[in-house]
């Protein structure tokens, strides 16, 4: 039982360049979310999607884009990093209120 | 909007002390509360949650008590143990989405 699967766990990318984090859940969930976390920030939520093809943004969306083609998978992407991005990143899937939160990415821009 | 204000920290304890972490919130309606755990390197963890006023959570021996009158869903321990040495999440659910607190760092020592 997989759950939340984020890939990579570790990331290093320069200034604007560009990059997907990937975010697989095995568990049939249609609401999937990404947030990030900065040190005494909790967790913003970036994005988030209520099921394929449907997708709407969160709190701090600026930056980023994600895809819901399928139910399992909901990558976001980073078009042109900047130094402010540089975060934890975890993607999580819900069902009715049951929430499950990935691992997590932790990516710097320098 | 959805808002969670919980206690800063740090907060460092001797073992078998009491714990106490304040959150309160700002939401519409009645929304569902929640504690997450996150320990060092990990994801997050649902600690315990709450569906409407006056339910009381409880695992592992935390607690915590949907205040409506007060807005407040405060967690408590009675006795911690090293292991309980984590960042502690309060959060609450709206329309599907999770929006959390800033978290609060407990250090529990031998």
């Known amino acids: 039982n997989a759950g939340v699967t984020q890939t990579p766990k570790f990331r290093i990318l320069k200034i604007g360049q560009s990059m997907t984090l990937q975010c697989t859940q095995d568990?049939?969930?249609?609401?999937m979310y990404w947030y990030r976390q900065d040190p005494g920030m909790g967790l913003k939520l970036i994005y988030y999607?209520?099921?394929?093809?449907?997708?709407d943004k969160g709190e701090v969306p600026n930056g980023y884009n994600v895809s819901r083609s399928t139910t399992e998978d909901f990558p976001l992407r980073l078009e042109l990093a900047a130094p402010s991005q540089t975060s934890v990143y975890f993607c999580?899937?819900?069902?009715?209120?049951?929430?499950?939160f990935g691992s997590g990415t932790r990516l710097t821009v320098v | 909007g959805n808002s969670v204000t919980q206690m800063e920290g740090p907060v460092t304890l001797s073992e078998e002390a009491f714990l106490t972490i304040n959150c309160t919130y700002t939401?519409?309606?009645?929304?569902?509360l929640f504690w997450y755990v996150q320990y060092p390197g990990e994801g997050l963890q649902l600690l315990l949650k709450?569906?409407?006023?006056?339910d009381k959570g409880s695992n592992k021996g935390f607690e915590a008590t949907y205040r409506k009158e007060t807005t407040s869903f405060h967690l408590e321990k009675g006795s911690v143990q090293v292991s309980d040495s984590a960042v502690y999440f309060c959060?609450?659910?709206?329309?599907?989405?999770?929006?959390f607190g800033a978290g609060t760092t407990v250090t529990v020592r031998a």
């Open positions: 939401a519409t309606g009645y929304p569902s």
């Open positions: 999580a899937s819900s069902y009715q209120e049951g929430y499950t």
């Open positions: 709450a569906t409407k006023a006056d």
């Open positions: 568990m049939n969930h249609n609401y």
């Open positions: 999607s209520v099921g394929a093809g449907i997708t």
């Open positions: 959060a609450l659910v709206n329309d599907y989405k999770l929006s």
